[in-house]
């Protein structure tokens, strides 16, 4: 019997997970008018497989209609084929839904525009981890630790590039069994898309070398974590780089500085949608390389916002290669989901005219809750009840999203808390581990 081929239909759910419905390949221009039946309540499956309280309960149609300009569409040798779309969660009349994340994106997107004329370019660094591997010991960045997965990388790069990404550098990362894949930046909302398609060829890149990969936030306390790091610039409608001033703070322009300003103000607040779960808070602390306090870095790799530097020299490509990284993030979010965080923040810093603090070059760590203070700093919180008490509680940051998606979302964790809240820290990351 010859198989019929199928084509996955796909978003990137609040749990951050890649979920959908296949179809016949030869049904594909019918579905890119209707797509394909949704149910409401899918949103408030968690990641694992609990479905939280949810007001839609078993009432509701919805379409998920899949995007020809967001697929992927790669075969690894001996396997199946690797072909899915992915798309927007819309009600019957054709309405983005309210918990379609890459409708929250494109409307975050929006916001950007009309207040400042600048539209995102943005590249996602991922951090990843083999699977039920000894480690490699001593080849924290090494050539023996990259040559020991050299197959799986220049197969995991191939398939990036068929599926219409930039692959830009692979590593063995510091950790055990850990890597760090990079792709060029693009625009708008292409981005996220990248970021959801590079994690599952990730994984299946993996999968065809009979190995397994995690992007869980972090499997030991006591070893590294997986972070994603997110590169933002702007270019206005003509194309020409906006991101980078020579005299201005660090090198940021005007919009630049207010739109960091902004993301530094409202980082504790947005967090919950940045690094969303239980075991993210044990990777978001001092001296881990990721982010413990609202601080702007310059060059920085212990800031949550960092100026990024530049290898070119002339004017002209500085500003084409100028950026600013969000570090307070990782892989148990959508990167939908987050990048509108970030964005809304950015552009409430755009709207109220916001000036960025001074680059920290000291341990935050060292300073007294007074002493942060004072200079506009504040720990970051230091676990997701409390960052999820900290997004309720500022009416700006909920009021950028539609009316119930804060309690929706807040119902949605509380179910995934409670999954782990009787197990120990082994099991937690076991689970995530698992799952992500």
């Known amino acids: 019997m010859t198989p019929m081929p199928l084509i996955f239909a796909a978003t990137s759910d609040l749990a951050g997970k890649v979920r959908g419905k296949a179809f016949p390949a030869d049904q594909l221009d019918k579905r890119l008018k209707r797509g394909v039946g949704w149910t409401p309540t899918n949103v408030q499956i968690t990641c694992f497989d609990r479905i ?20 992927a569409d790669v075969c690894f040798d001996g396997g199946p084929s690797e072909h899915f779309m992915l798309g927007d969660i819309t009600t019957l009349e054709g309405d ?4 379609c994340m890459r409708s929250l994106l494109k409307a975050a997107l929006k916001r950007l525009h009309d207040q400042a004329g600048v539209n995102l370019i943005c590249a996602f660094e991922h951090e990843f981890q083999l699977k039920a591997l000894p480690a490699i010991d001593n080849e924290g960045y090494g050539r023996g630790g990259f040559q020991a997965q050299r ?3 220049e197969t995991l790069m191939a398939a990036l590039a068929q599926a219409g990404l930039e692959p830009d550098s692979i590593m063995k990362e510091y950790g055990p069994n850990q890597y760090e894949v990079v792709v060029g930046p693009a625009q708008g909302v292409r981005a996220a898309d990248e970021a959801v398609i590079l994690r599952e060829l990730t994984r299946s890149a993996a999968r065809s070398q009979g190995q397994a990969a995690t992007f869980t936030p972090i499997r030991d306390p006591e070893s590294v974590g997986n972070g994603v790091h997110i590169h933002m610039s702007f270019v206005n409608d003509a194309g020409t780089p906006v991101t980078y001033d020579k005299n201005g703070p660090c090198g940021m322009s005007q919009i630049t500085d207010a739109f ?13 949608l940045t690094a969303p779960s239980v ?21 920085d790799r212990e800031a ?5 530097p530049v290898t070119a020299r002339d004017p002209a490509s500085i500003a084409r290669q100028f950026n600013i990284e969000y570090r307070a993030a990782d892989a148990a979010a959508s990167p939908y989901l987050a990048l509108a965080a970030i964005l809304h923040a950015g552009t409430q810093g755009i709207e ?4 960025s603090p001074d680059p920290t ?20 919180p230091e676990t997701l009840e409390a960052a999820l008490d900290a997004f309720e509680a500022d009416s700006t940051v909920t009021g950028w999203f539609p009316g119930p998606f804060a309690a929706v979302y807040r119902a949605h964790k509380t179910a995934e808390i409670a999954h782990v809240a009787d197990m120990d820290t082994a099991m937690r990351c076991a689970a995530y581990e698992g799952t992500y």
């Open 279 to 299: 075991i993210s808070y044990a990777r978001l602390t001092p001296h881990r390389w990721s982010a413990a306090y609202n601080n702007l870095g310059f060059r």
């Open 260 to 272: 960091a300003a902004g993301v530094l103000k409202y980082l504790p607040n947005i967090i919950a």
């Open 96 to 99: 983005p839904w309210d918990f």
């Open 52 to 71: 939280a309280e949810s007001p839609f309960g078993a009432l509701g149609d919805l379409l998920l209609i899949p995007d020809p300009e967001a697929v």
């Open 151 to 153: 197959a799986l990388c």
């Open 352 to 355: 109220d005219a916001l000036k």
């Open 361 to 380: 070059e000291e341990d935050l760590s060292l300073l007294s809750p007074e002493a942060l203070q004072a200079r506009g700093f504040v720990r970051l």
């Open 304 to 308: 949550s916002l960092r100026v990024c």
